[in-house]
């Protein structure tokens, strides 16, 4: 059974840092993709972040500059370091993995697995 436990969300003001987690167990092969996603209140689940099995990142143009995606392998995480939030970084933040398309795309259905959510909250 494959599980992804996210962790690290808090309640933060504008322009501070944080850091969410991601541990995956239970996956029977080197998942080709992980991803973080964020759904905000009344809005649509969105790409925040994918790395590949060679540690290639794509980011939403929203993130740019300001969230890096990292992983261990070694320790079966996924990192989302999240740098000069904003309010509208608000929202309920989702681990995924393994996708059915040969991209690590930043569409949410493309992706098999997922986690429970950890929720981000920036303050202004």
């Known amino acids: 059974q494959v599980q992804l436990v996210e962790s690290g969300g808090a309640s933060v003001q504008s322009g501070g840092s944080l850091r969410l987690s991601c541990v995956a167990s239970?996956?029977?092969?080197?998942?080709?993709?992980m991803g973080w996603f964020r759904q905000a209140p009344g809005e649509e689940r969105e790409g925040v972040g994918t790395?590949?099995?060679?540690?290639?990142?794509r980011y939403a143009d929203s993130v740019k500059g300001r969230f890096t995606i990292s992983q261990d392998n070694a320790k079966n995480t996924l990192y989302l370091q999240m740098n000069s939030t904003t309010p509208d970084d608000t929202a309920m933040y989702y681990c995924a993995a393994d996708s059915t398309v040969p991209i690590c795309s930043l569409i949410s259905v493309d992706y098999r697995y997922w986690g429970q959510g950890t929720q981000v909250t920036v303050s202004s």
């Open positions: 790395i590949d099995s060679a540690g290639y990142t």
């Open positions: 239970g996956l029977k092969h080197s998942t080709n993709c």
